[in-house]
């Protein structure tokens, strides 16, 4: 079966850090971008960051620059989500997808793999 995991959220204060990790199971995630999603309550999908086969990363919210990074260990064939200087406004679900064209995208739409999701809540 072909899925993403999510894992590594959790309750923080504002200020605080969290790192998500995301893995895949029954494919090699390495060989795929992936990108970082968020859904706050009530409000849309929207994506954070990605990161592509050969490690190029876009993020696409200007007030997350600077706070999250997104990278690759492929020895663990791991995507990680590093979240700094975490704010009430960042609380979510956080999920990692890869795209069907391999293509890097901060569009939901473009995702055809997803994962479940990890709950961030940052307290304020």
């Known amino acids: 079966q072909v899925q993403l995991v999510e894992s590594g959220g959790g309750l923080v204060q504002a200020g605080g850090s969290l790192r998500l990790s995301c893995v895949a199971s029954?494919?090699?995630?390495?060989?795929?971008?992936v990108g970082w999603f968020r859904q706050a309550p009530g409000k849309e999908r929207e994506g954070i960051s990605c990161?592509?086969?050969?490690?190029?990363?876009?993020y696409y919210e200007d007030s997350l620059k600077g706070r999250f990074t997104v990278s690759r260990d492929r020895g663990k064939d791991t995507v990680y989500l590093q979240m700094n200087s975490l704010k009430p406004e960042d609380t979510g679900i956080y999920y990692c997808?890869?795209?069907?064209?391999?293509?890097?995208?901060?569009?939901?739409?473009?995702?055809?793999?997803w994962g479940q999701g990890t709950q961030v809540t940052v307290s304020s």
């Open positions: 990161i592509s086969r050969s490690d190029g990363v876009s």
């Open positions: 029954g494919f090699i995630l390495e060989h795929y971008s």
């Open positions: 997808a890869t795209p069907a064209t391999h293509r890097c995208s901060g569009r939901a739409s473009l995702m055809d793999n």
